[in-house]
């Protein structure tokens, strides 16, 4: 099957649940999962829920999907992203700078998606463009 038997709106439903921080999402994981963002290694579902817990304690992130591939192995993704702070973060972040409340970062990313069974096993993303810095607005 297409895409390891994730379909289209089945990616949407997943980034849907993502962007609304419903820790549901993880279920499009399987549980011995690999996020590789950058240098940064990311392993099993609960992993990677415990990673974007601080995130989403201080950011809306909204991901979308502007370009959407795929084979029997898996989906590739072109991706933009939109960070809006919404609670001061200090320098201890995956940003590596301290982020005040109220700045937005928009980057258009990159994603590889291995998917067995309707689940995502390998997850490998990489930033491709800055579309802004950190901005203030309102």
């Known amino acids: 099957m297409a895409s390891g038997g994730l379909t ?30 950058g240098n940064t290694e990311i392993r099993t579902a609960r992993g990677i829920l415990d990673f974007y817990r601080p995130v989403k304690e201080h950011l809306v992130e909204t991901v979308s999907v502007t370009h959407f591939v795929a084979d029997a192995t898996g989906i590739a993704a072109e991706i933009p992203t939109e960070f809006r702070c919404f609670k001061d973060w200090g320098p201890d972040n995956f940003f590596r700078r301290a982020i005040k409340a109220g700045e937005v970062l928009r980057v258009v990313s990159f994603g590889l998606y291995w998917v067995r069974d309707g689940r995502f096993s390998h997850i490998k993303a990489a930033r491709y463009k800055l579309v802004n810095d950190w901005r203030m607005e309102a």
């Open 8 to 37: 289209r709106e089945r990616f949407q439903e997943y980034l849907t649940r993502f962007n609304n921080n419903d820790p549901s999402f993880i279920e499009f994981y399987h549980d011995d999962v690999v996020l590789e963002i």
